[in-house]
């Protein structure tokens, strides 16, 4: 592996993606069904995975492209295209590189190059260039690689290959690109068309693009010959137009045919190819940060026009690296909005542009611009000053917390507030009202595994945090814990799901105090390297669903199928004495569970009062049977602040605060 990549790769082995929670959702009282579906945050279903190399080929015989992924991470993905020649679809197809190793194959092509009429794989990893001949046919690929196919080339490790007839003899040709020191090398196929033959003597340095050559062979303006398409480690391509005969290319670089794409991205991959039927190829490319890009030629064959499409492959929401999500409705119109911490210490901003029932995002992290930390930013946002704006919270490598007061046009850093506070490395903070008081605590993990806890003793307008020891316990998750906060339980107070380094997912209950780990909740859950949850209900069914953060910078999503609480809920269990309990989640926005028990049949009266004593609204006013019950109120038509919930039943009176936060 080259040296870049060997140290990015090392690095995944123990850098810690951060995480915040603010609100606190619906709590279940047993294991939640959660089904995955990450087309919430990758509508294409195409992962974004680091260092992507997209290749096509028909794999199917029925005269369309299918997709092939390659990438750092493991093996090549397949994927079947499903739509029509004209508007492609691709679906994650059969498990074809099963019998590839890993090693063998970082990328590569189809290519027929033993002429039986089905399309073989050649492909470049760790263990150099290697030959998979398709045992299968032309509708389904069989792969069986053949050893020392090979051998005696000299390409170094992760070479880039495509093939091409050059010169039009019948057989295929071999141009690779070297990846430590970016030469492209071409053998010429001294072989016959069904008996492929490659020798190191014949080989023939073309260019040197610096370092990462990706090479491709298209015959972008149609002439009748290929011309040349190289990516490389920094932005941007070269272009190589073939302006020789069929017997003999020659060169001319036109840098100018790609001019302007790939500028602000660098490992760029690219091929070329016609994705929609109309004559003239297509650029898609891969990149280091791992999201496909596809430009449509809208121009004509010799005088290209590139304009970028969002579909069959975009949508993908990634913020390149240790993602950490944080769910809050920071634009205060009643949806969720998604805020993430980065490798490189920025926060990244993702209004939902969609609904409370549907997200859609969009990405506007330049009112974030002015928080840049360490390295891995961990963010945290509520409004913890009264002046209804969310402020951020962040940790970092550092292992420091950092308080970000928003001024309506961005934030300011007030050092002053997290002077001294040091949890040792990989601080991940997350904003929630552990003790019930209607203002925001700080609970927060760090590289050795350790939860930490820092209670409010301000109020809602004004937050004052000290550290409170010991308030865990000996819980430890094994390295880079990465907390979230919600009643799990549906017992009124708040349990803590974490993340870790190996990609588990904990959960640890709260009784009375004590914290109990509890194997049910997220049983068979498991997310990406330095896994980072976060709490939201994203498809507005009135629970709890879970959102994971990874190192390589994605999301993915579990959605909980557990049916929402009824209004109201009577459970057989019999109270000994009536109880209003704390609401959830508090803060909140806009929607709240109010429960509370009741020991017998009685008259109750609960209602919803502002700090000045006015009746909000009345909630019940009913003869109710004993039991436990649990009502929702949607605070959309009144402004931010604190309400009180009282409930009356016949001589017992009890009041709790909440707090409204826009």
């Not at 870049?4 to 009282?29: G, R």
């Not at 690689?145 to 039009?168: N, R």
């Not at 480690?233 to 001019?259: A, C, E, K």
């Amino acid at each position: 592996m080259s040296t870049f990549k060997s140290i990015l790769f090392n690095h995944q082995i123990w850098i810690l993606i951060f995480v915040c929670q603010l609100f606190i959702f619906i709590p279940l009282a047993h294991s939640q069904p959660w089904q995955q579906n990450n087309l919430i945050f990758n509508p294409s279903g195409i992962p974004s995975l680091s260092f992507s190399q997209p290749r096509f080929a028909d794999l199917d015989a029925d005269n369309d492209y299918d997709f092939i992924l390659g990438n750092i991470s493991e093996n090549p993905l397949y994927f079947v295209n499903t739509g029509l020649v004209t508007n492609p679809v691709f679906q994650a197809g059969m498990d074809i590189f099963q019998p590839v190793s890993s090693l063998d194959a970082e990328m590569g092509v189809f290519v027929d190059l033993d002429q039986d009429g089905d399309r073989d794989f050649i492909c470049g990893g760790y263990t150099g260039l290697n030959y998979y001949e398709n045992m299968g046919d032309s509708t389904q690929v069989l792969l069986l690689k053949i050893d020392h196919f090979f051998q005696g080339l000299i390409t170094g490790s992760y070479p880039v290959p495509t093939l091409a007839d050059l010169d039009l003899d019948g057989d295929m040709d071999l141009l690779t690109g070297l990846s430590e020191d970016g030469r492209l090398k071409y053998f010429e196929n001294v072989g016959t068309p069904d008996s492929a033959a490659y020798l190191e003597s014949d080989a023939r340095i073309w260019y040197d693009v610096g370092l990462y050559a990706y090479p491709y062979f298209s015959d972008l303006d149609n002439d009748g010959d290929f011309d040349l398409l190289v990516g490389k480690d920094v932005t941007g391509f070269n272009f190589y137009r073939n302006i020789g005969d069929s017997l003999q290319w020659q060169w001319q670089p036109d840098y100018s045919v790609f001019s302007g794409i790939a500028q602000s991205s660098y490992w760029n991959s690219p091929c070329l190819v016609d994705l929609n039927g109309d004559g003239k190829k297509d650029l898609v490319y891969g990149t280091a940060a791992g999201p496909i890009n596809y430009y449509r030629n809208t121009g004509s064959a010799l005088s290209p026009v590139w304009t970028a499409q969002n579909q069959p492959f975009g949508g993908v929401i990634d913020v390149g690296g240790a993602s950490s999500p944080c769910l809050i409705d920071f634009d205060g119109d009643g949806d969720l909005d998604l805020l993430s911490g980065t490798q490189l210490g920025y926060v990244k901003y993702f209004e939902n542009i969609g609904n409370a029932t549907g997200p859609a995002w969009m990405e506007k992290s330049s009112y974030f611009s002015s928080i840049d930390h360490s390295i891995y930013a961990a963010v945290s946002a509520g409004d913890v000053n009264g002046d209804l704006l969310p402020d951020v919270i962040t940790g970092d490598l550092n292992g420091g917390l950092f308080f970000h007061k928003n001024t309506g046009t961005g934030f300011t850093y007030l050092s002053s507030v997290f002077s001294g506070v040091d949890l040792g490395d990989f601080s991940a903070p997350v904003l929630v009202d552990m003790d019930g008081d209607a203002d925001l605590d700080i609970v927060a993990g760090n590289e050795d595994g350790q939860l930490f806890y820092f209670e409010n003793s301000g109020s809602p307008d004004s937050a004052s945090w000290s550290e409170i020891s010991g308030y865990f316990g000996a819980i430890d998750v094994g390295s880079n814990c990465v907390p979230a906060a919600g009643d799990i339980d549906y017992d009124g107070d708040i349990d803590i799901i974490t993340g870790n380094l190996f990609r588990e997912v904990t959960c640890f209950k709260n009784e009375d105090g004590s914290w109990i780990e509890d194997t049910l909740t997220v049983s068979g859950i498991s997310g990406g390297q330095n896994t980072a949850p976060a709490l939201g209900d994203l498809d507005g069914d009135g629970d709890p669903d879970l959102t994971l953060g990874n190192y390589d910078g994605t999301f993915d999503y579990f959605q909980n199928d557990h049916p929402p609480v009824s209004i109201p809920s009577e459970k057989s269990m019999i109270p000994r004495t009536p109880q209003l309990f704390q609401n959830y989640p508090n803060p909140f926005n806009p929607t709240t569970n109010i429960k509370f028990e009741l020991p017998k049949t009685t008259e109750v009266i609960l209602e919803i009062y502002n700090i000045l004593g006015e009746n909000i609204v009345t909630l019940v006013s009913d003869r109710l049977k004993a039991g436990t019950y649990i009502y929702q109120w949607t605070a959309s038509n009144v402004a931010s602040g604190v309400y009180l919930v009282r409930i009356q039943a016949e001589d017992f009176i009890q009041t709790r605060k909440m707090v409204v936060m826009r």
